[in-house]
């Protein structure tokens, strides 16, 4: 509960909250805002506990009544936590009172009413809103926290993984192999420089003799 924890009370009044029944009669509650909630006490509690000194020698015949009384308070309190809270909704003033709708995580709506003048709609908003704050910085905080703690443990794996890979990467690329070349075509093309020396000669050497032999 938010009294075993130690919370605060920032303010204490009277509210009246509409009943699930039928008729949803307006039912007067006892509320205590601290920073982690609001807590619903039934007036009647508060009734017997206030008698409970003026009753002293009327209760004698009932010794488990006074204690089971001082003893059960604490579970018949109704806790309406942040954490479980969505929001304020539906204010409205009409006359005296201000009416309010808490939303509750699951969906469930809870009517509240109260003078005008007290701004209980207010309180509980406010302090609901900064106990999510409180929450989105705690949560902030511990993933930060983790990321921290992760990159403290990365390093030492990730310096084993540089020393094993250097002397592998190393490997000679395949180099471009020098392939022959051609030889020169002309010796194959052509075995003698001059195929067809001899015919072209041979006229002029015949013409030189028949000339010498008309001559004698």
């Known amino acids: 509960m938010l009294e075993s924890s130690g919370c605060k009370a920032l303010k204490e009044g009277v509210l009246e909250k509409r009943s699930d029944g039928l008729l949803q009669l307006w039912k007067k509650k006892c509320c205590i805002l601290t920073e982690e909630g609001l807590l619903l006490i039934p007036p009647k509690q508060l009734q017997h506990q206030q008698q409970q000194p003026g009753q002293g ?22 806790e309406l936590h942040f954490s479980n809270m969505k929001t304020v909704d539906c204010v409205e003033r009409k006359g005296k009172y201000m009416y309010f709708t808490v939303v509750m995580a699951e969906g469930k709506e809870i009517d509240f009413r109260c003078p005008q003048d007290q701004g209980w709609n207010a309180e509980i908003t406010l302090q609901m809103v900064q106990y999510k704050n409180r929450q989105a910085i705690l949560a902030v905080k ?11 443990q990365q390093p030492p794996q990730t310096q084993l993984q540089p ?26 093309s052509h075995p003698h420089p001059h195929p067809h020396p001899l015919p072209l000669s041979q006229p002029h050497g015949h013409r030189l003799l028949r000339s010498t032999s008309n001559s004698a």
Not at 61 to 67: A, E, I, L, V
Not at 142 to 152: D, I
Not at 166 to 179: C, G, K, L, M, S
């Open 57 to 78: 020698p009327v209760e004698p015949s009932q010794p488990g009544g006074p204690n089971v009384g001082s003893l059960e308070p604490p579970v018949k309190l109704k």
């Open 163 to 188: 020393q094993s890979h250097p002397q592998a990467p190393p490997q000679p690329q395949p180099q471009p192999q020098p392939q022959p070349q051609p030889l020169h075509p002309y010796p194959r």
């Open 142 to 152: 511990s993933t930060r926290q983790k990321q921290q703690h992760l990159v403290q």
